[in-house]
């Protein structure tokens, strides 16, 4: 058999195939669309004049609420006859907002947890750190510098010897710091800033009196003299009730959230295929967002 070239046949042959298949799938999912018809409530309309007037600071005229309304309808029909064609499936926009629609409801229904007296001074004495006075120190330093020095590490062994017979001394000649010689009162988290983490650790370990070193930061070496050290101090319930409070409601989102999606993967199961196992090793926990 042979079949006609002629384009514009072609054109309506296909245009009557692509016809009666949108009139097939048409007809299965009007019985269903019938049953559940898109409606505009009181509250639809209570917030699309709230939104209005938070953009354009005065309520909407007739006409513009009228459009307003058409606009959310048409919006609606839309996206009811897009879930009809199946475009939600597999679309990443989409099932993340769900996920994040589905995330908020079970954080606010987490925040309606009310805790007792005795729970909230429980969770004060488990999380300390969370509710302390920082420890802060004052000491005195001798810096050398890599760059100006051939071995500065050696060069700072070697002071460390004068310093030690006479500690009140200090003249030892270092290099310049551009964050001085002194620090009075400094914490762990200040003094991590300027010279790094692991500095700061080691000098808050030392005990005051006598010089110690050399201790390498990322600036070079360092003979430490600490004359002070101020130690951590719990801060009394009472005056930090308020911060056990949020702290415990921010625990119990995660917790109540982890426990959610534990239950979920347990009940819609999780398969992973080989690939994806030799990729990940064991399988992963579920993990809170923090977003």
């Known amino acids: ?45 209570r917030w699309l004049k709230q939104t209005w007037s938070s953009q354009w600071l005065r309520e909407p005229t007739a006409d513009e609420l009228k459009g307003l309304v058409d606009d959310l309808l048409n919006e609606k029909v839309m996206a009811r006859e897009a879930q009809e064609m199946g475009l939600d499936k597999d679309d990443t926009i989409i099932r993340r907002r769900l996920a994040q629609k589905l995330k908020f409801l079970v954080e606010d229904t987490a925040q309606l947890a009310e805790p007792t007296e005795a729970e909230l001074r429980q969770f004060y004495a488990a999380n300390p750190a969370q509710f302390e006075t920082p420890g802060k120190l004052s000491f005195r330093q001798v810096y050398f510098n890599p760059e100006h020095r051939k071995d500065a590490a050696a060069d700072a062994t070697a002071a460390l010897g004068a310093l030690t017979a006479n500690a009140e001394d200090g003249s030892t000649a270092g290099d310049r710091l551009l964050f001085g010689d002194s620090f009075a009162d400094i914490d762990e988290l200040a003094l991590s800033g300027m010279f790094g983490a692991d500095f700061a650790r080691a000098v808050f370990a030392l005990e005051a009196g006598g010089w110690q070193g050399p201790m390498k930061s990322g600036n070079g070496f360092h003979l430490v003299l600490v004359t002070q050290h101020t130690a951590t101090a719990l801060k009394p319930f009472e005056t930090v009730r308020d911060a056990v409070l949020s702290e415990w409601r921010s625990a119990k989102q995660t917790e109540v959230s982890r426990d959610y999606l534990i239950a979920l993967r347990n009940k819609y199961g999780v398969e992973l295929d080989d690939t994806t196992k030799a990729v990940l090793g064991p399988e992963p926990a579920p993990k809170v967002a923090t977003q």
Not at 15 to 41: C, K, M, Q, V
């Open 1 to 45: 058999m042979v079949l006609p070239r002629e384009p514009l046949l072609h054109f309506a042959v296909v245009g009557a195939i692509l016809f009666g298949g949108y009139s097939w799938l048409n007809d299965r999912h009007t019985e269903a669309t019938a049953a559940e018809p898109i409606r505009i409530g009181e509250g639809d309309v």
